[in-house]
């Protein structure tokens, strides 16, 4: 179990570091950054996807999974950042997006040129009549799932974006090439592997959703999931004595992902579940906003922690990602509290049993972007929902402070490196604007303040990464029904370590026998022990049994 005392840091290399000055971050800009990164004193950097790609999805619609696209940079830049990432004890972590590739990928152009042993890579299939599809399943990007070809009577299916093409994992030519992509990477010394969306590549059936809703129950952990899971492992990553690997698990449930990441080594080592980011879509509607349900956070954060905890298996943790608005902006407080909020969201993920990951500009507080006009957004889905919004009759304010809040642009700004233009991101015109806080929230300004929220992930960095009871010790609930605070213990049979997080702005009450225990961390300077123990706006106190 190699990876129960490190810790992840994501980058989002469009907006990392531009070192070309053409607006756009590169693998040259990732390097010059590296000193910041051993500073902070992370383990991995797992990248965003880099290699060739036409950017329907940021990458992560594959056209060459063999090389980078040039805009990055090349294959000996790369070299160079393993090299110097290497030197600082960082391991590196790539994305493998093995459930679509683009339409532009060769294999893809070859089944579109007939070639019958590259059709057979894809999902095709004949409709029910003139026009209609083979089923009613829907895109996750809004409209049907299959595409019709006229050339062979036929429609592909892509679970996602039209030029993304469902891949037919029944092929054992397809699960191949996917172990030998694999084992490319490795071979250029890349030991990390996160893998995109990977429970959707078994499809069970191609019969109509009943519920006329997408289809989902027809293509999520299907029945052959595991099988090929265990093969890919055993083909590629599961030779190397020292892969860390972490599957993204879309509308999943415990009792499959303790299968996926159950400590025996045969599949994944952890896995991603995105459940506790919903706590505030009204309806379960993503556009739809209400303030976050703080009883149901607790809760699905405490269920995870338990389930995966009982079969030994292994949680990825995390508040932020590419895909998701900023956890201080939506979670915390940005504006009134936003040191203290910072590092309490930061605890309370942190002192969980699970490995934590960062996202680029979270250990520095960075909020939403908070755009105020629809010209500065650029992600397709915002700007989709934009004129969906518009068609219903919401107003340009509502529709606007809706993408403040749940925009995927508030977490794609540049990163904000100082207060210089562009905050320091790029010297050219960077590929979607930085976003105001630069100005007073940036690296520079946080590394000259030894109370900042960068100082504090360090501390709870070094806690996972010295302490056993961080790396092994129980997960065991506490103060369950308390409306405002998330509290825990972390317990071995040596040790002892109880956590306190109040997730308001308010002061709250707690009661704990907390007898023989000390202030290890706080967010607060003066905290004190006291079996009655009102905690302050966003307190947050790491308690340690003497």
Request: glycine share 6%; hydrophobic share 35%; with cysteine.
């Amino acid at each position: 179990m190699g990876f129960r005392d490190k810790v992840v840091y994501q980058i989002y290399p469009k907006s990392f570091q531009d070192s070309n000055s053409d607006g756009w971050g590169d693998i040259q800009g990732i390097i010059s950054r590296l000193d910041y990164l051993e500073k902070l004193g992370i383990n991995y950097i797992w990248f965003n996807p880099m290699i060739v790609s036409p950017q329907r999805d940021n990458g992560y619609d594959v056209a060459d999974y063999r090389n980078f696209d040039p805009r990055y940079g090349t294959m000996e830049d790369f070299e160079q950042l393993s090299a110097e990432a290497a030197k600082r004890g960082i391991g590196l972590m790539f994305d493998m997006v093995f459930n679509h590739t683009s339409t532009e990928h060769e294999w893809f152009k070859k089944a579109m040129a007939g070639d019958e042993k590259y059709k057979k890579y894809y999902i095709f299939r004949k409709g029910k009549g003139p026009g209609v599809p083979p089923n009613n399943w829907q895109s996750k990007f809004a409209g049907p799932a299959w595409e019709y070809v006229e050339k062979f009577d036929e429609w592909y299916l892509h679970l996602f974006d039209v030029t993304q093409a469902d891949l037919d994992w029944t092929n054992p030519e397809v699960r191949k090439e996917c172990a030998d992509i694999v084992n490319y990477w490795r071979s250029k010394g890349v030991h990390g592997f996160r893998f995109d969306v990977i429970n959707l590549i078994s499809k069970s059936s191609f019969e109509d959703d009943p519920n006329n809703f997408d289809g989902r129950q027809f293509y999520t952990d299907g029945p052959m999931e595991h099988e090929y899971l265990q093969e890919l492992n055993r083909n590629s990553f599961g030779q190397d004595p020292d892969h860390v690997t972490v599957g993204e698990m879309s509308s999943t449930t415990i009792d499959n992902c303790v299968r996926y990441a159950n400590g025996d080594g045969k599949e994944l080592d952890m896995v991603f579940s995105f459940h506790h980011l919903k706590v505030d879509y009204k309806n379960q509607k993503k556009w739809e906003l209400q303030p976050m349900d703080f009883m149901s956070l607790k809760r699905l954060l405490s269920d995870w922690q338990i389930g995966m905890q009982e079969a030994d298996a292994w949680n990825a943790l995390f508040w932020n990602c590419h895909d998701q608005p900023r956890s201080i902006s939506r979670f915390g407080n940005d504006k009134e509290y936003r040191k203290e909020s910072g590092k309490m969201l930061a605890t309370a993920l942190h002192m969980m049993r699970g490995t934590p990951y960062i996202y680029q500009g979270e250990e520095i507080g960075m909020p939403n972007a908070y755009f105020t006009d629809i010209s500065q957004y650029v992600d397709v889905e915002s700007t989709n929902i934009y004129k969906v919004l518009k068609e219903e009759g919401k107003s340009e304010e509502e529709i606007i402070h809706i993408l403040q809040e749940r925009s995927r642009d508030n977490a794609r700004t540049p990163m904000q490196w100082d207060d210089t233009a562009n905050a320091g991101f790029t010297d050219g015109t960077p590929w979607i604007q930085a976003a105001e806080s630069y100005h007073t929230v940036n690296v520079k300004k946080t590394l000259e303040d030894p109370d900042s929220i960068f100082a504090h992930y360090q501390k709870l960095i070094e806690m996972r990464k010295t302490m056993p009871v961080v790396q092994e010790g129980l997960f065991i609930p506490l103060l369950q029904e308390h409306p405002k605070i998330f509290a825990y213990e972390r317990r071995t049979e040596e040790d002892s370590l109880i956590v306190l997080n109040n997730f308001f702005a308010e002061e709250t009450e707690a009661d704990l026998d907390l007898e023989g225990y000390e202030v290890y961390l706080s967010n607060y300077k003066d905290t004190e022990v006291l079996n009655h123990m009102i905690l302050r706006p966003y307190e947050s106190v790491i308690l340690k049994k003497k």
